[in-house]
């Protein structure tokens, strides 16, 4: 998993409630291989009408916001299941970072895992960040982990994050990754204990 400090990129606005994983990849994806690449996959049926052509007014196809690496939600974003694909797929395209009021909870589990950054905001904060990337589509916006910020033009928006999570992100490390370089210190709570 690729570590993640520091990302200043163009942010899409994709500002629906309830997007589900079938709708961020379809299920008929999910027989493919990630190492194979799903970019193409991603929000399928929203990119792309019934005959394969693009929908000019979904946000991934705007010009601005095609090559995003920051995508800016509104609630439960990724609810319906914990289909890794969709993970998989958003990385593929090149989001590095998704902001959001309220990711769903399982999925946001699944995305940390994988190296992608499910960062809550508070509401108005998200809907003035969408207002102002709707406005102003080429808006660079910069999320910081080690800040714990999100800055946009002149403003600066703090957010909450779990240490450890915060710690594997940095480090580039997943959970599992995380408690094997522990495994000394868990030998030796288990030898104190008389376990071992």
Do not use: K, Y
């Amino acid at each position: 998993m690729r570590a993640f400090t520091r990302l200043a990129a163009a942010a899409a606005a994709l500002p629906d409630a309830d997007i589900d994983t079938d709708r961020i990849i379809p299920a008929r994806f999910i027989d493919r291989r990630p190492q194979d690449g799903l970019a193409d996959c991603l929000f399928h049926d929203l990119r792309f009408d019934a005959d394969g052509r693009e929908r000019p007014d979904f946000a991934l196809n705007r010009p601005a916001w095609r090559q995003a690496g920051i995508l800016v939600t509104g609630p439960n974003f990724g609810c319906g299941s914990s289909r890794e694909h969709a993970i998989f797929a958003l990385l593929d395209w090149g989001i590095r970072v998704v902001v959001g009021p309220s990711p769903a909870e399982i999925f946001a589990n699944n995305a940390f895992e994988n190296g992608l950054p499910m960062v809550a905001l508070d509401r108005a904060a998200v809907d003035a960040l969408i207002a102002r990337l709707e406005a102003a589509p080429a808006t660079v916006v910069t999320v910081d982990l080690e800040r714990q910020a999100v800055d946009w033009d002149d403003r600066t928006v703090s957010f909450a994050i779990d240490p450890r999570r915060r710690r594997c992100l940095l480090a580039g490390i997943d959970t599992l990754a995380l408690t094997l370089g522990m495994t000394d210190r868990i030998a030796a709570f288990e030898a104190a204990r008389g376990d071992a």
